[in-house]
């Protein structure tokens, strides 16, 4: 019985080690950021900064991201004007051509809810949304039109819904490949960027001559104007689908740029830093910007509590194209 008793309590205690409360571990993601047409990684404190793709070709970050574990990436490789989709492990290893054609495979868009990858594949002069496994498997061709000439794929929170643009025009489609709909037909729209929480879209538009920031339901209807100063773009939603960011350029002595923000019914507009290139960490109460010219790029994380910056990163080289945070 004695026996019996100290093995219970052993296993209990195994039992209370493996159910140790993760929210105590430090937040420290993996982020990843561009430089000469390179992926790096950088832990979040700044730390192990590291080039992932010291190959040939060019690696478009805009296309790059993690897997929805966490624990691969995701991105478009160019070489010979020839693009492929490749998955590598989070330090650089085990590169793999998942796309794998002769055609050029592009713009991968990863799936909110499962292991699937949309992306855009050209062929004799076609361009076809298509879909994959995240291991490259079961490639699928969705929808083919030798009238429209997709880019800028992006897919909706709930995977229900691809986007595209198509000249100055965005259009949605099903994810199985039907029901191809034109959102708007009165007005360029610029890339649009889709809510994580709700059926909205935000995008920046030039219809008055100079940018503005606009939000609407997925279809185009419902459209409110967020800003009217001008030269207001790139906006981007937080985590909780409630705040968006936003550039604001003007001149005064030279071309300054700074990073705005406002809700979803721009009942506010707050300065939040000079910058630009910016975005939200996942836990929302932090975004990144970048500043610097062709000659040095910085990256910074602000805390949107305390309103203290601190250096992230910074290069000899150009950063474009902000940063993807491991969630």
């Avoid at 070709?57 to 160019?78: L, M, P, S």
């Avoid at 020839?82 to 991968?108: R, V």
């Avoid at 079961?138 to 595209?164: A, C, G, H, M, Q």
């Avoid at 040095?296 to 945070?325: A, C, M, P």
Wanted: glycine share 8%.
């Amino acid at each position: 019985m004695k026996n019996y008793i100290i093995i219970s309590i052993f296993i209990f205690g195994l039992f209370l080690i493996s159910c140790e409360d993760k929210s105590t571990e430090p937040y420290n993601p993996k982020i990843l950021f561009n430089l000469y047409w390179d992926i790096y990684s950088i832990n979040y404190d700044g730390s192990e900064e590291t080039i992932l793709t010291d190959e040939p070709g060019y690696i478009y970050f805009g296309k790059a991201n993690f897997t929805n574990n966490g624990k691969n990436i995701i991105y478009q490789r160019n070489e010979n004007s020839i693009s492929q989709i490749y998955q590598m492990e989070l330090d650089g290893s085990n590169k793999i051509n998942i796309s794998n054609t002769a055609s050029s495979d592009f713009n991968p868009v990863l799936s909110n809810r499962s292991n699937l990858i949309y992306y855009l594949s050209k062929e004799n002069d076609t361009i076809q949304i298509c879909r994959m496994d995240i291991n490259g498997n079961n490639k699928t061709n969705l929808f083919t039109s030798e009238v429209f000439n997709p880019y800028s794929l992006k897919i909706s929170f709930d995977d229900r819904k691809l986007f595209f643009i198509d000249s100055i025009y965005n259009y949605s489609i099903d994810t199985d490949g039907n029901n191809l709909n034109l959102i708007n037909t009165t007005t360029d729209m610029g890339k649009i960027v889709l809510s994580p929480t709700e059926n909205k879209i935000v995008y920046h538009s030039w219809r008055t001559g100079t940018p503005n920031v606009f939000i609407s339901d997925l279809n185009g209807t419902n459209e409110a104007q967020l800003t009217t100063t001008g030269n207001a773009d790139d906006p981007k939603f937080s985590p909780d689908g409630q705040s968006i960011i936003f550039d604001f350029a003007y001149l005064s002595s030279g071309w300054d740029q700074n990073v705005y923000q406002t809700d979803k019914n721009g009942s506010y507009f707050k300065k939040l830093s000079a910058g630009f290139h910016h975005g939200y960490l996942p836990l929302g109460n932090e975004i990144f910007y970048e500043t610097g010219d062709s000659l040095g790029g910085y990256f910074w994380i602000l805390n949107l509590e305390s309103n203290k910056s601190r250096l992230l990163s910074s290069n000899d080289g150009w950063q474009y194209g902000g940063i993807k945070v491991q969630y």
